[in-house]
Nanobody, 124 residues
């Protein structure tokens, strides 16, 4: 069974930065793409970023492109989301997820396992 545990959320002022981490269990972590999604109150889950199995390819939502960076460390079974220049509209619960295959996966339907999420709140 795969378990994903996020950390690093919190309260930050607009323009600030946060780094989210996601720890994954399982020996096959390096075989799968990973992704970050977010969900704000009253809104649907939104794709944020995805990274392929070896970290060589990434893809971002337009809303975060140039501000957020996804990365992974396969030796540690970790995936990260560096968030810079944060805006109040970035406020949401951020969740990491493991895809069903090795390539980039921008849709929730591509993912089989999800973490519980970590709250990010950006004040104006």
């Amino acid at each position: 069974q795969v378990q994903l545990v996020e950390s690093g959320g919190g309260l930050v002022q607009a323009g600030g930065s946060l780094r989210l981490s996601c720890a994954a269990s399982g020996r096959t972590f390096s075989s799968y793409a990973m992704g970050w999604f977010r969900q704000a109150p009253g809104k649907e889950r939104e794709f944020v970023a995805t990274i392929n199995w070896n970290g060589a390819a990434t893809y971002y939502a337009d809303s975060v492109k140039g501000r957020f960076t996804i990365s992974r460390d396969n030796a540690k079974n970790m995936v990260y989301l560096q968030m810079n220049s944060l805006k109040p509209e970035d406020t949401a619960i951020y969740s990491c997820a493991r895809a069903g295959g090795p390539q980039l996966a921008p849709r929730p339907a591509n993912y089989m396992y999800w973490g519980q999420g970590t709250q990010v709140t950006v004040s104006s």
